[in-house]
């Protein structure tokens, strides 16, 4: 085997087991001690390719993010319809379907999102820069047979949708998992009320 083939099985290696070691725990107790006995790794080895367990999280993050971000734009066609009603609970569905497969990844990006160190936030907030920049296509693009109303400010609708995409993921993760067909007809037809309810308002006026 090649030098270069040593070096990518050996980093695949290691990647292999940090999936695990970060997609069972939080960061704090996740270790570089873990994944190498996890592995039967060597210190020597792992630390040969990252330096500390920032770096290798870090590593596994932007692969979390680029599969994730590879598979949305593959099934682009589910929430491309132009109607924001239908498009955002189908995105983010289909988010949550994606990480119904791969348990390990969605720990890893929970972390990201709700338990990163104070120290990688900058770093995991540019390597999730696609997937941000996704999620506005999706949240602020499809509203252009909606126009807000006069007196509001195209920021703070934005900053609004932009919130409620948190509140959306939590909706979704209920209806994941075993969940048959009618269960999915209820997630969409609850989320696309709530929507509507929060877009286009409650009361009669």
């Given amino acids: 085997m090649k030098q270069e083939e040593r070096k990518k099985a050996s980093i695949a290696k290691i990647t292999s087991f940090a999936f695990e070691e970060f997609g069972s725990k ?5 270790s570089m001690e873990g994944i190498c ?13 990252f330096a500390n367990k920032d770096a290798l999280f870090l590593h596994c993050v932007k692969i ?7 598979y949305l734009l593959k099934h682009r066609e589910l929430y491309k319809s132009g109607d924001i009603v239908k498009d955002m609970p189908q995105y983010f569905l289909l988010r949550e379907k994606y990480f119904a497969k791969h348990p390990e990844e969605k720990n890893i990006f929970n972390i990201t999102t709700m338990h990163c160190p104070k120290h990688l936030q900058k770093t995991v907030e540019d390597l ?6 996704l999620n506005h296509e999706v949240l602020f693009n499809n509203r252009s047979n909606h126009p807000i109303r006069a007196g509001l400010k195209e920021e703070d609708v934005n900053r609004y949708l932009d919130i ?5 993921r939590d909706f ?5 998992g075993d969940a048959k067909d009618d269960e999915l007809h209820a997630f969409f ?16 006026v």
């Fill in 37 to 49: 006995k996890k592995g039967h790794i060597s210190k020597g080895l792992i630390y040969h390719y």
């Fill in 128 to 133: 999730r820069r696609p997937l941000i920049e």
């Fill in 64 to 70: 979390v993010f680029a599969n994730l971000y590879a």
């Fill in 164 to 168: 409620w995409q948190h509140f959306m």
């Fill in 26 to 30: 939080t960061y704090a107790a996740s």
């Fill in 172 to 176: 979704t993760e209920l209806y994941i």
């Fill in 189 to 204: 037809k609850g989320a696309g009320e709530i929507l509507d309810m929060l877009l286009f308002g409650v009361l009669k």
